[in-house]
């Protein structure tokens, strides 16, 4: 079994970044940075699809990292419109220390885990609900694992399409999930596991 989830706080540039780590039963094989959905519209490290990202790296290995953007939880700061929150993801990477890493993100989160691996590379990117509809993306790397749901409201999968199509990119689509995943997080989940870096 592995030890319960503990809370630790990073100095990162708008000042204390609150993470909640697990670790798996072993030595880590890497680490996974799990970044949450928008913080100005609720979300946060609990998220239920945050929480089934980081479970479903913790069981293949990886020690997971779920940071709160600025100005949530316990991290300091305001929301700086995705361009802070992008440094303060560099800045709880550099404090992992992994050498072989996993960025994964939700909605919001997808996109700065996006924008961050455009500076830092990682093993592997998994965007799940990418928030394709804010603003410029950058390509993803080779391998990036997109996951989108069919009936997702909120990012329109035409949305993530269009950011896909010019890369040749595939889109994992999961039938009857909305942008939250409800009753699809085991589809999300295995999804994930079945992809292992």
């Given at each position: 079994?592995?030890?319960?989830?503990?809370?630790?706080?990073?100095?990162?540039?708008?000042?204390?970044?609150?993470c909640?780590?697990?670790?798996?039963?072993?030595?880590?094989?890497?680490?996974?940075?799990?970044a949450h959905?928008?913080?100005?519209?609720?979300?946060?490290?609990?998220?239920?699809?945050v929480?089934?990202?980081?479970?479903?790296?913790?069981?293949?290995?990886?020690?997971?990292?779920?940071?709160?953007f600025?100005?949530?939880?316990?991290?300091?700061?305001?929301?700086?419109?995705?361009?802070?929150?992008?440094?303060?993801?560099?800045?709880?990477?550099?404090?992992?220390?992994?050498?072989?890493?996993?960025?994964?993100?939700?909605?919001?989160?997808?996109?700065?885990?996006?924008?961050?691996?455009?500076?830092?590379?990682?093993?592997?990117?998994?965007?799940?609900?990418?928030?394709?509809?804010?603003?410029?993306?950058?390509?993803?790397?080779?391998?990036?694992?997109?996951?989108?749901?069919?009936?997702?409201?909120?990012?329109?999968?035409?949305?993530?399409?269009?950011?896909?199509?010019?890369?040749e990119?595939?889109?994992v689509?999961?039938?009857?999930?909305?942008?939250?995943?409800?009753?699809?997080?085991?589809?999300?989940?295995?999804?994930?596991?079945?992809?292992?870096?």
């Amino acid at each position: 079994m592995r030890a319960a989830t503990r809370r630790q706080v990073v100095a990162g540039p708008a000042g204390r970044i609150e993470c909640a780590v697990d670790a798996p039963a072993g030595t880590p094989i890497g680490g996974a940075l799990v970044a949450h959905p928008h913080p100005l519209h609720g979300g946060t490290l609990d998220n239920k699809v945050v929480q089934t990202l980081a479970r479903a790296f913790l069981e293949l290995g990886y020690e997971t990292w779920r940071p709160n953007f600025r100005g949530v939880g316990e991290s300091e700061g305001a929301h700086d419109a995705g361009r802070g929150e992008v440094d303060d993801l560099a800045a709880v990477l550099g404090h992992m220390r992994h050498e072989r890493f996993i960025l994964a993100g939700f909605s919001f989160g997808a996109a700065m885990q996006l924008k961050l691996a455009a500076r830092l590379p990682p093993q592997k990117l998994v965007l799940v609900g990418l928030a394709a509809t804010s603003g410029e993306l950058p390509p993803a790397p080779e391998g990036t694992l997109v996951i989108h749901g069919e009936e997702d409201s909120t990012i329109p999968l035409a949305a993530v399409l269009d950011w896909a199509r010019p890369q040749e990119l595939p889109v994992v689509l999961v039938p009857g999930a909305d942008h939250f995943f409800h009753r699809k997080l085991h589809v999300l989940r295995a999804i994930v596991r079945a992809n292992r870096p």
